[in-house]
């Protein structure tokens, strides 16, 4: 049973544009949710993290949003630019848990 | 060397061999974990390791075992392994907080099982 899904396994977006990756969880004791992104040959890198007490984080060009009611939450990058390019995973951790629980990942490309 | 290292990064062993992957972390971290990644799936966590103890095993075959010597080294030994282990392994670290939950990643052994 898969606590954390990313239904788009890929999605491509215009330079300059608004790229959206979403991710649902189904686990309600979730309260801190990250996104990593993932460039080949490379291990994950933390990007952006959100706490259950809040509904959005901005940091630069990219903005994570949460709606806790629909268990769901989205990662914005505008303007998206060719180096983010990368594969985005969505993770999940309960309070207290020394576990994070991920999606299977969306590859975004940016075209130029 | 800065960050969380792993080597090899490439690693082709034959169902009889014994071979081991190492970690290590350069960050300060009190906790250790080892992922799997297999394609086109999540990444499964394995063992996890806190203060040098193990504090979670998530159901994973013996044929894997895992070491944490002390807090800046891990190691996954590996021994009889099938060819569906094949799979990109990562090692992560993180401080324990109890705040934060923000793991930082190695770059990954791609494994190769013939």
């Known amino acids: 049973d898969q606590q954390v899904k990313q239904n788009s396994p890929s999605l491509s977006v215009q330079e300059g544009r608004i790229s959206i990756l979403n991710c649902d969880y189904t686990n309600s004791m979730f309260d801190y949710f990250l996104w990593y992104k993932k460039y080949p040959a490379e291990g994950p890198t933390f990007l952006i993290s959100?706490?259950?007490?809040?509904d959005k984080n901005e940091d630069g060009r990219f903005t994570v949003f949460l709606n806790k009611s629909a268990k769901h939450l989205s990662l914005h990058i505008v303007p998206s630019q060719p180096g983010d390019s990368a594969v985005y995973f969505c993770a999940a951790s309960e309070q207290g848990a020394q576990k994070l629980v991920f999606g299977q990942g969306t590859r975004l490309t940016i075209n130029p | 060397e800065t960050g969380v290292t792993q080597t090899p990064r490439h690693l082709v062993m034959g169902m009889t061999n014994k071979k081991s992957l190492k970690c290590e972390q350069h960050l300060g971290h009190n906790a250790m974990y080892w992922y799997k990644q297999s394609a086109k799936k999540p990444l499964e966590l394995m063992f996890v390791y806190s203060l040098e103890e193990r504090v979670e095993n998530n159901s994973v075959p013996s044929r894997f075992s895992p070491e944490c010597p002390n807090s800046s080294h891990l190691f996954l030994h590996l021994h009889t392994l099938q060819p569906e282990d094949s799979a990109l392994y990562l090692c992560?670290?993180?401080?324990?907080?109890?705040?934060?939950?923000?793991?930082?990643f190695g770059p990954g052994t791609r494994l190769t099982v013939t």
């Open positions: 959100i706490s259950s007490i809040k």
């Open positions: 992560a670290s993180s401080q324990r907080t109890g705040v934060t939950y923000e793991q930082y």
